[in-house]
């Protein structure tokens, strides 16, 4: 069978005798220029800074995925409002925790966290309003940035915005960097460590 737009009357140009040319087929036949046949597939997603092990800053011996779930808050003052450490800056001091890095380090891949999208958090445990991650290398920032980590930020209308971020490179994991935002948060809310002329400027505005 012919292809129903050749018509055998059609005699050949050119070549062997007996062959006849190929018309191209009705223009309702081609393929439109913009279909899936012509476009270029996507390259795969950049890779994520969650999709790591959150283990930068733990020691060298524990540098391996050996945890299968999120340790629970353990009982320690530092973690409280009322035992907080505080730099001179008022916000937590990252390195009076530094010791606390031993009993998260190992934690499982957050892509095995409860929610993948807050990693460090517990099934059931309370983000509050003021907590947010950020992800660089999701960000698709440039000039070799790969930090990530939990961000407490207060910000209020009349007053002086304040937030700190915690790095899991030098939390040394997802777990403590969320637990250490949460804190200062809740630091924040109650007002302490703000410096006293940052009061005297929201009072006067």
């Not at 006849?20 to 994520?48: D, E, F, T």
């Not at 320690?76 to 450490?85: C, E, S």
């Not at 957050?110 to 983000?127: I, K, L």
């Not at 920032?141 to 939990?150: I, L, P, Q, R, V």
Request: proline fraction near 13%; charge should be positive; hydrophobic fraction near 35%.
């Amino acid at each position: 069978l012919k292809p129903f737009w050749l018509k055998s009357s059609d005699a050949p140009r050119h070549g062997r005798p007996g062959l006849r040319r190929q018309r191209s087929p009705p223009a309702w036949l081609r393929p439109p220029p913009n279909s899936a046949m012509g476009k270029a597939k996507k390259g795969p997603a950049p890779p994520k800074t969650s999709d790591k092990p959150a283990v930068a800053a733990a020691r060298e011996d524990e540098l391996f995925e050996t945890a299968t779930s999120l340790p629970p808050v353990p009982e320690d003052p530092r973690l409280t409002v009322a035992g907080a450490k505080l730099g001179p800056d008022g916000k937590l001091d990252v390195p009076a925790y530094e010791d606390l890095q031993s009993y998260f380090a190992g934690e499982p891949s957050p892509a095995q966290h409860p929610n993948p999208d807050r990693p460090g958090v517990r099934a059931g445990e309370d983000v509050p309003k003021g907590l947010r991650v950020w992800d660089d290398l999701r960000a698709g920032s440039k000039g070799g940035k790969d930090g990530a980590g939990w961000i407490a930020v207060r910000a209020r209308k009349n007053e002086p915005k304040r937030e700190k971020w915690f790095n899991i490179r030098t939390c040394g994991s997802w777990r403590l960097a969320f637990l250490l935002a949460r804190l200062q948060l809740e630091l924040f809310e109650r007002g302490i460590g703000v410096k006293p002329r940052a009061v005297a400027a929201a009072a006067a505005a």
